[in-house]
């Protein structure tokens, strides 16, 4: 199934999704007419998970390419309803495309750890049950969108739809200004004095760490050394000392997204460093240094020598432990890192250089 975001047609994917979801459904019911003997908590788990992957493929489009898969977009579906050029969103009904889903529907404790729930809920409330006026990721949204939560649903779909939120309120991007960062702090505060499990808890957990790490600046005697693609030596402070705004990439060589992003958004990063003056720096965290500097080697089109890097320990590099981006999973790549002129954390998790809110960061930058 493919979705095109900006030539929008949903009815013609709603057919897609829905052929897929029968033709799964058929091999299921193929399935246990040929084994008698399956219980009846198989049959009712399968069919929930496929009615869960349906309702994820409707909201939450399957319009990203990795590798050669399609894969569902992290874009809110009413957003992609807002930058589609078809005439057809305009009469677009939101009801009959859901299939008029229901709230009994979705407050089921037992599916919480399910991968296709996990990854529905919270666009299914936002964008389906919620409808709020409220400019999206707002302080005002969030609020609205947890009394709903809290209103509707089950105790412990609660918590973990709560976490959830919280989640995806961050890798949008809020708590990340002055205006929403104690806020969120606070919200997570109160969130942990209902939390036991500690999946939970270290979930928001690694959100405070990083939070707390924005707008700090990298201490100018930061001792640690990396090395470049000559295996010499530099100080990481040197690497930092200009008063540009420095983006850094931690990747590695093994990372197919990171890889993906360095090729498919080199345009994009040229016009960036010209419009703005802005320094890309690339930290490799890999093990193998002969297999960093061969794929360094080979992709020298767009990463431009002089600005390659290795972190030589990552367990004990100061500066990643500075950033807070290690979190209690490991250090997930890619990973951008926005400083500014004066190297103040601007973000610790930025959206990549190829998304369009990552030169509306830089502006914002700016503009202060």
Same mark, same amino acid.
Request: net charge positive; glycine share 2%.
């Given at each position: 199934?493919?979705?095109?975001?900006?030539?929008?047609?949903?009815?013609?994917?709603?057919?897609?999704?829905?052929?897929?979801?029968?033709?799964?459904?058929?091999?299921?019911?193929?399935?246990?007419?040929?084994?008698?003997?399956?219980?009846?908590?198989?049959?009712?788990?399968?069919?929930?998970?496929?009615?869960?992957?349906?309702?994820?493929?409707?909201?939450?489009?399957?319009?990203?390419?990795?590798?050669?898969?399609?894969?569902?977009?992290?874009?809110?579906?009413?957003?992609?309803?807002?930058?589609?050029?078809?005439?057809?969103?305009?009469?677009?009904?939101?009801?009959?495309?859901?299939?008029?889903?229901?709230?009994?529907?979705?407050?089921?404790?037992?599916?919480?750890?399910?991968?296709?729930?996990?990854?529905?809920?919270?666009?299914?409330?936002?964008?389906?049950?919620?409808?709020?006026?409220?400019?999206?990721?707002?302080?005002?949204?969030?609020?609205?969108?947890?009394?709903?939560?809290?209103?509707?649903?089950?105790?412990?779909?609660?918590?973990?739809?709560?976490?959830?939120?919280?989640?995806?309120?961050?890798?949008?991007?809020?708590?990340?200004?002055?205006?929403?960062?104690?806020?969120?702090?606070?919200?997570?505060?109160?969130?942990?004095?209902?939390?036991?499990?500690?999946?939970?808890?270290?979930?928001?957990? +690694?959100?405070? #760490?990083?939070?707390?790490?924005? *707008?700090?600046?990298? !201490?100018? /005697?930061? @001792?640690?050394?990396? $090395?470049?693609?000559?295996?010499?030596?530099?100080?990481?402070?040197?690497?930092?000392?200009?008063?540009?705004?420095?983006?850094?990439?931690?990747?590695?060589?093994?990372?197919?997204?990171?890889?993906?992003?360095?090729?498919?958004?080199?345009?994009?990063?040229?016009?960036?460093?010209?419009?703005?003056?802005?320094?890309?720096?690339?930290?490799?965290?890999?093990?193998?240094?002969?297999?960093?500097?061969?794929?360094?080697?080979?992709?020298?089109?767009?990463?431009?020598?002089?600005?390659?890097?290795?972190?030589?320990?990552?367990?004990?590099?100061?500066?990643?432990?500075?950033?807070?981006?290690?979190?209690?999973?490991?250090?997930?790549?890619?990973?951008?890192?926005?400083? +500014?002129?004066? #190297?103040?954390?601007?973000?610790? *998790?930025?959206?990549? !250089?190829? /998304?369009? @809110?990552?030169?509306? $960061?830089?502006?914002?930058?700016?503009?202060?």
């Amino acid at each position: 199934m493919k979705f095109s975001k900006l030539n929008a047609d949903f009815i013609a994917y709603k057919k897609q999704c829905e052929s897929f979801y029968n033709s799964r459904l058929k091999f299921l019911n193929d399935y246990i007419e040929k084994h008698k003997s399956v219980s009846n908590e198989f049959k009712t788990a399968i069919k929930e998970e496929l009615e869960l992957e349906y309702l994820l493929n409707l909201i939450r489009p399957r319009s990203e390419v990795q590798d050669i898969y399609t894969i569902n977009t992290s874009e809110d579906l009413t957003t992609i309803i807002k930058n589609s050029n078809r005439d057809e969103v305009d009469f677009f009904d939101l009801d009959n495309y859901l299939n008029k889903i229901k709230l009994q529907d979705l407050n089921k404790p037992h599916l919480v750890n399910n991968m296709y729930y996990k990854m529905s809920i919270v666009p299914l409330i936002r964008q389906y049950f919620v409808k709020g006026e409220e400019k999206p990721f707002s302080k005002e949204s969030f609020k609205q969108e947890l009394k709903f939560i809290k209103n509707n649903f089950n105790d412990t779909v609660v918590k973990f739809v709560t976490g959830r939120l919280i989640v995806d309120y961050y890798n949008k991007g809020f708590g990340k200004d002055k205006n929403s960062n104690e806020f969120m702090k606070t919200s997570i505060k109160e969130y942990k004095k209902t939390i036991t499990d500690p999946t939970y808890t270290k979930a928001v957990e +690694d959100i405070i #760490n990083e939070l707390n790490a924005l *707008n700090e600046i990298v !201490p100018k /005697n930061l @001792k640690e050394s990396v $090395i470049n693609l000559s295996k010499d030596t530099i100080n990481l402070s040197s690497i930092l000392n200009n008063k540009q705004i420095k983006v850094i990439d931690f990747w590695a060589s093994w990372c197919q997204p990171c890889v993906k992003e360095i090729v498919v958004g080199n345009e994009v990063r040229e016009k960036l460093v010209q419009k703005y003056n802005l320094k890309f720096i690339y930290f490799s965290v890999d093990k193998d240094s002969e297999q960093w500097i061969k794929q360094s080697i080979y992709f020298e089109n767009f990463l431009p020598n002089g600005k390659q890097f290795k972190i030589l320990n990552l367990n004990k590099s100061k500066f990643i432990k500075f950033l807070n981006i290690k979190n209690s999973y490991g250090l997930t790549i890619p990973r951008y890192v926005i400083l +500014d002129t004066e #190297n103040k954390v601007i973000d610790n *998790n930025a959206p990549k !250089p190829s /998304n369009e @809110k990552f030169e509306q $960061i830089i502006q914002e930058l700016l503009e202060k």
